[in-house]
């Protein structure tokens, strides 16, 4: 098992999650501050991401017995970090749209509306931590 990817995999599919049901998490009692980070909390990011990644669900006994501590657990993986900063890093480095103008004399164009900068789809969230990779070979 590369450990690697599994850190990425969970990430990407912790921030999906977390984009999709921001609304709702963010109003949620479950934050925390975990060595200077305000994220939810370990117990909640664990139970959420057993649902979503498979992968997990059959390591947890092993890391479990490895260490009983949620927020090591959570260091471990990676996720130590506040999903709103990191969501919104990750749209200021998503190509912005201009808005369309007209002018007056103009007649306005029936073109489809475009979602804002925040409500990018999860499809981009993936391909731009992806594009981010390094590999994992060794080189000479």
């Known amino acids: 098992m590369n450990v690697q990817y599994l850190r990425k995999s969970l990430k990407i599919a912790w921030l999906t999650y977390y984009r999709e049901n921001r ?10 501050d975990c060595t200077g980070q305000r994220r939810p909390s370990s117990g909640f990011i664990l139970g959420t ?3 979503l990644e498979p992968q997990l669900t059959s390591l947890l006994p092993l890391i479990v017995d490895l ?13 130590n ?8 890093e990750l749209d200021d480095d998503a190509p912005k749209m201009l808005p ?5 004399s103009e007649t306005p164009l029936d073109l489809p509306e475009t979602k804002p900068a925040s409500k990018v789809p999860a499809v981009r969230l993936s391909s731009k931590i992806d ?10």
């Not at 260490?67 to 996720?79: E, K, Y």
């Open 131 to 140: 594009e981010a990779c390094t590999g994992v070979g060794e080189r000479d």
């Open 23 to 32: 609304e709702w998490i963010a109003r949620l009692g479950v934050w925390v």
């Open 67 to 79: 260490s009983n501590d949620p927020d090591r657990i959570i260091l471990a993986l990676g996720l």
């Open 81 to 88: 970090f506040n999903p709103d900063d990191e969501l919104d």
């Open 100 to 104: 369309s103008r007209t002018l007056a």
């Open 49 to 51: 991401l057993s649902t």
